[in-house]
């Protein structure tokens, strides 16, 4: 008499569905921030964003009695905020302004991956396999070919200078959230680095911007995926799938992100997508496969 096969349970429908999920809803973070900008400064805009969402996290909190982390903990948590929001959001929102196009900000952080198994392997001790590394570097030849030959428009100097503080700060923030905040409550967590991100951007836009904020239709719709959907939604995932998973598996999702970027950026804006492009994303999305075979037991019931 055979046995049935066992129920999937709620746990591992999520342990499944969870990174295409954030993928998707992190790569709409691109688009979404290029509506905005219609209406404000990058700084601007984010001090606005960082407001509303310390808002309904701070509700959140209260409601669901989070547990609050020590003085330790909150300092922890204000620098993982800092860089995770702060110099990562900063980076991409003023790349976008200086006319470099959606699709193409999302290439430099898209590297993340290869700075961040570099990176864990030596603070972390996460051992990466060479089945991981060829992943890894497969992933890197399908970002770059994913954007090959599109236009470096721009100011380059402030434009591509973001994209790089983002690419160096979401690498870092991911690695310190991983090693310092996995056993802080996501709620209060959240709550206080949403608050040192935005203290830095009101900072950031009092001094270099005049804070004029266009509130039409289309701002107030951007701002409002912005908050909800990026800034609670993709942030919760991203670290929920932190604490269950290695870094290098996690950091190895952002490698989709150009390419499922640049599909919505051809819709939307019209931006260039070709068959060497979706090439790219086949490679990416290789890539993936390849990192995260040994990764069957990251998530496991009793996680």
Known sequence: MSQSSPQPTLES????????????LWSTGFVGTKYVLAGAEPLTYLTVRMALVALLMGVIAVIWRAKW?????????????????????????????????????ALIPGLQPILTSTLANRWLGERVSPLQWT????????????????????????????TCVALVSITLGTLYQKRYCSRIDWRAGNFIQFIAAGLLFALGAWLFETRVIVWNREFVLGLA?????????????????????????????FYLVPGVTAIMAYVLFDERLDLISIAGMVICATAVLLVNRPAKADISPGS
Not at 13 to 24: D, G, K, S, Y
Not at 75 to 93: D, E, K, M, N, R
Not at 142 to 152: C, D, E, P, Y
């Open 13 to 24: 429908i999520a342990a499944r569905t969870a990174p295409a999920i954030f993928v998707l």
């Open 69 to 105: 982390p020590d003085r330790a903990g909150i300092i922890h948590s204000a620098i993982a905020g800092l860089l995770v929001h702060g110099f990562y959001l900063g980076g991409t929102a003023v790349a976008i302004f200086h006319s470099v196009p959606a699709g193409l900000s």
């Open 135 to 162: 992943g890894l570097l497969m992933g890197l030849a399908g970002t770059l070919i994913v954007l090959h030959g599109r236009s470096l428009s721009g100011e380059a100097g402030w434009g591509w200078l973001g």
């Open 225 to 253: 995926w912005l908050v909800i959907v990026l800034s609670i939604g993709s942030i919760g995932l991203l670290y929920w799938l932190i604490r269950h998973s290695a870094a290098t598996r996690v950091a190895s999702l």
